[in-house]
């Protein structure tokens, strides 16, 4: 509802603007392109760190360009294109638990591993060289991000605790994130 009061309000300040015939009533700044829209606070948007830092639950989630294991270099955005959800973990400890997931889930979930240069990589890790996304996301080793299927972050921990994804998995859908992918939405 806050999302959607902020663009009726950009837009009736643009028609009140045009009406009074402003010389700027043309001029559009970036309140108009969607950037800066948040769900913040939002029933969807969970944030269990202690100090969230700049990036939190409900914002956009951010872009950088990584690589993947074998070196192809990749933008986050075209990983989150499509109609799944994607779990990102920070820490060469959350291979395998990626893997797993992701394997279980596949068209549902696609998760993976963000990784530093030199750590063990597998098919699901993201090698960040230049720090861009532990920057970004504000991450520890031990974060996790669930970013929804529209681009913003749904959930962000720092408990390392993959059980926290199924809890707001559930809470969200009401379906245990312990099923196979078919009962879950966009699968």
């Known amino acids: 509802m806050a999302a959607a009061r902020a ?6 300040a643009l028609l009140e603007k045009h009406r009074r015939g402003d010389d700027d009533a043309h001029v559009r700044g970036p309140e108009v392109h969607g950037l800066t829209l948040n769900y913040r606070g939002g029933p ?4 269990d760190r202690t100090d969230a830092g700049a990036l939190r639950a409900g914002d956009r989630a951010p872009d950088a360009t990584t690589a993947t294991a074998d070196g192809r270099p990749i933008r986050l955005f075209n990983l989150f294109r499509g109609p799944h959800w994607t779990l990102l973990t920070f820490g060469a400890a959350y291979a395998h638990t990626a893997a797993t997931l992701s394997d279980r889930f596949g068209p549902a979930l696609h ?3 963000v990784v530093r240069p030199g750590e063990s990589a597998n098919e699901h890790a993201l ?6 996304l ?5 991450a520890n080793d031990d974060t ?21 994804v199924t809890e707001y ?4 859908h009401g379906i245990p994130i312990t099923g196979d992918a078919a009962t879950m939405p966009g699968a």
Request: aromatic fraction near 10%; charge should be negative.
């Open 169 to 172: 998995w559930t809470a969200l």
């Open 44 to 47: 969807l948007s969970h944030d």
């Open 144 to 164: 996790l991000v669930l970013v929804r299927p529209d681009g913003y972050i749904g959930l962000i921990t720092n408990s390392g605790n993959i059980e926290r």
């Open 127 to 132: 090698v960040d060289s230049h720090g861009h």
């Open 7 to 12: 663009a009726l309000d950009i837009s009736t």
């Open 111 to 113: 998760a993976y591993t």
């Open 134 to 138: 532990w920057a970004g996301y504000v």
